[in-house]
């Protein structure tokens, strides 16, 4: 029962540090969200701005890094969720007493409702809504490019 008692406070530990790290980072990376919104357009006005010219291309490069970066950035906060959404699995097959069965299974409850991970403003950060997000700008961007390049 002891051990079960250290991975309760554990878990307690982690999850506050979790929280301040997101308190403390949320703005930031709300920042890197509204640059993100931003980057996306400006490169395809650049694009569209430089033309089709192959010697002009290496000009996009720093605004495609810049993408790329703050998309991995938001990816790695959003692993932070997808980890803490596996802890209870990993503490259902730790090997206890019998007698602790039933203990474990309340810490394994604790631990599922206290919903620990990433968060942005009071929001859960999570890999899918980095990949939605990514999916819609990339749709966005098709769609322009087709339209602006339908009017060429």
């Not at 569209?48 to 703050?70: E, H, K, M, S, Y």
Request: charged share 15%; hydrophobic share 50%; glycine share 6%.
């Amino acid at each position: 029962d002891m051990e079960l008692q250290e991975v309760a406070h554990y878990w307690n530990l982690t999850q506050a540090v979790l929280r301040k790290v997101s308190t403390d980072l949320g703005k930031y990376l709300l920042v890197l969200c509204a640059l993100l919104a931003l980057s996306v357009p400006a490169i395809v006005v650049d694009s569209l701005v430089l033309g089709a010219r192959n010697d002009d291309v290496a000009q996009l490069l720093p605004g495609v890094f810049v993408t790329c970066g703050i998309l991995y950035a938001l990816l790695v906060a959003a692993a932070v969720s997808e980890k803490c959404v596996r802890v209870p699995a990993l503490v259902n097959q730790m090997a206890v007493k019998p007698d602790t069965a039933r203990a474990r299974q309340h810490l394994v409850d604790y631990i599922t409702s206290s919903a620990a991970g990433f968060y942005v403003f009071d929001t859960r950060l999570t890999t899918s809504m980095v990949v939605k997000l990514t999916y819609i700008w990339c749709i966005a961007v098709a769609g322009g490019l087709t339209r602006l390049g339908s009017e060429r």
